[in-house]
Every structure is written in C-alpha cells, then in structure tokens.
C-alpha cells in the first residue's frame, strides 16, 4: 500500500505565496504520474498540476504562471510551488499519483486558505 503525505497549507494572504509537499512511501518513479487536486467547498475536485515520470508538467489554466509543481526524486516527493495566491484558491489540496498499472492512490489532504 502506498501512503502519500501532504504538508505546507495554511492561511495566507492574497497575493502570498505557500509552497506544498507529497512525501510518497516508495520511490517516485514507480508512479506513472503524480499531480495535485484540490476541492473547494461544495465544489468537485479539480486537477490542479501534473507531472509525469520524465518530467513533463501540465496545469490548469486558473494556476498556469501562478504555480510550478516539480518532484525530487531522492526524496520520493513532489512539490506545489504557489504564488500570487487569490482567494479563489482555498481549498483542501490532495496529492495523486497514479502507477503504471493505472492504480490511484491519494493523501489526506491539506488545506489552504487564502484570505486578508
């Protein structure tokens, strides 16, 4: 079984900046890919980014130029990097990722909220 582990949210002001982790308990590479969600209240979860095993990334387009996830291999975790947050963000954010046999696993989730 695979656990993935998020941490970084918190409250921040817009305009701020937060930065997520996904520490996964076996080596990255055996996900095809791994990306971030996020589930606003009374919304459905959305993808937020993705990236793939050889790195290719992909965004939604509210976050695209505002966001960067990127992954660490040596330490089996991949990151969101967020700026110029909008209160539009808050959300509880879950990490993903998917294996080459196409099984889903997924943290806890972590929230973020951003207002003044």
């Known amino acids: 079984q695979v656990q993935l582990v998020e941490s970084g949210g918190g409250l921040v002001q817009p305009g701020g900046s937060l930065r997520l982790s996904c520490a996964a308990s076996?080596?990255?590479?055996?996900?095809?890919?791994m990306g971030w969600y996020r589930q606003a209240p009374r919304k459905e979860r959305e993808l937020v980014a993705l990236?793939?095993?050889?790195?290719?990334?992909n965004y939604a387009d509210s976050v695209n130029g505002r966001f960067t996830i990127s992954r660490d291999n040596a330490k089996n975790t991949v990151y969101l990097q967020m700026n110029s947050l909008k209160p539009e963000d808050t959300a509880v954010y879950y990490c993903?990722?998917?294996?080459?046999?196409?099984?889903?696993?997924w943290g806890q989730g972590t929230q973020v909220t951003v207002s003044s």
């Open positions: 993903k990722s998917t294996s080459w046999v196409k099984n889903d696993y």
């Open positions: 076996r080596s990255i590479f055996s996900f095809n890919t």
């Open positions: 990236i793939t095993s050889n790195g290719i990334t």
